[in-house]
């Protein structure tokens, strides 16, 4: 429940569909979850630059962006990084709901939430990504140096090293992002939206 018990729903004028029916195209939320460096960056970036190019509605929400402003507020204990993906939930049901297909990039490591941000969604506009690529390879990618820092201390709560990521027990795509490369994983990506006739 929300702080006030005055508060009456507005439904919108136009409604997703017509949004649908507008763009040619259906929308969705592509939820990157993976350790840092597992390539949720790159990957939402690259689909994105994909779908764009093609003439698809789509946007990025990135959790290093997302932090330096909506979620500045926000730590790395357990009970902010929920926070954090019950914020990110609701903006990217708003997408949704504006008709684009938006892609998140946040490690999102607690089952429970990823199940909250599912539940949010109708039934197949929530498509759970998840970036499968073992903790040694994101190690050695180290793509910000986050992982040097957190092995001496400097980061504490790191995820992988001094904070869980709990692995998705039933996402509907997994991307070895350790074995295959860029390109093969958005044409996955893009092979799987063309099926389930998002686009
Ligand atoms: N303690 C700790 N653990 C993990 N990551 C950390 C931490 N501190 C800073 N960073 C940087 O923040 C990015 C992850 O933010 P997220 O919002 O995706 O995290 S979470 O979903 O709330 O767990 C993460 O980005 P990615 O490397 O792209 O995953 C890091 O750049
Ligand atoms: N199949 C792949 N998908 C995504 N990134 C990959 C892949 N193969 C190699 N990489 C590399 O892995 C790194 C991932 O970094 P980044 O996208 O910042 O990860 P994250 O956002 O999960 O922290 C990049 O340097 C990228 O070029």
Redesign the pocket.
Known sequence: MGKSNHLTWHQSTITKTDRHQENGHKSCVLWFTGL??SG??TLANAVDQALFKAGFRSYVLD??N??HGLNKDLS?GVSD?KE??RRIGEVAKLFVDSGQIVSS?????FLEDRAQVRNMFENGEFIEIFLNCPIQICEDRDP?G?YRKARIGE?????GIS?PYEIPDNPEIIIETGRMSIEESVKEILKYLKERKIL
Request: no cysteine; glycine share 8%; net charge positive.
């Open positions: 840092s460096g949720k960056s959790g290093d997302i932090r790395f990084r954090n993906i990039a946040f490690i999102s490591p910000k986050l980061i504490p709560e790191f995820t904070s």
